[in-house]
Nanobody, 120 residues
């Protein structure tokens, strides 16, 4: 599976962005899809994940109530809708495919990352 993340950019605090992650390969629907982020000088951290059918979603506490993950298996794409963005959300955001875990180590495939910058 090859993953391509897009949709990042510069936004003011309180604004919204929607990240997309397009996957190649016919096995996309078999994978848990996760979103992680990494700020400068910090470890990569879990943002959220979504199950095979999209019926189950999991979020970090920092994302609950503000971020929504969805997927369209027909389009081999997973989305991260981010609302109410805060400066502390500034990071490079990565999509990943694998088995469910809060740890990045369990995800086998990674996109290249897309920069999200939130100004105060």
């Amino acid at each position: 599976v090859q993953l391509q993340a897009s949709g990042g950019g510069l936004v003011q605090a309180g604004g919204s962005l929607r990240l997309s992650c397009a996957a190649s390969g016919r096995t996309f629907s078999r994978y848990i899809m996760g979103w992680f982020r990494q700020a400068p000088g910090k470890e990569r951290e879990f943002v959220g994940a979504i199950g095979w059918s999209g019926g189950s979603t999991y979020y970090a506490d920092s994302a609950k109530g503000r971020f929504t993950i969805s997927r369209d298996n027909a389009k081999n794409t997973v989305y991260l809708q981010m609302n109410g963005l805060k400066p502390e959300d500034t990071a490079v955001y990565y999509c990943a495919a694998g088995v469910f875990s809060y740890s990045p180590d369990e995800y086998s495939y990674w996109g290249q990352g897309t920069q999200v910058t939130v100004s105060s």
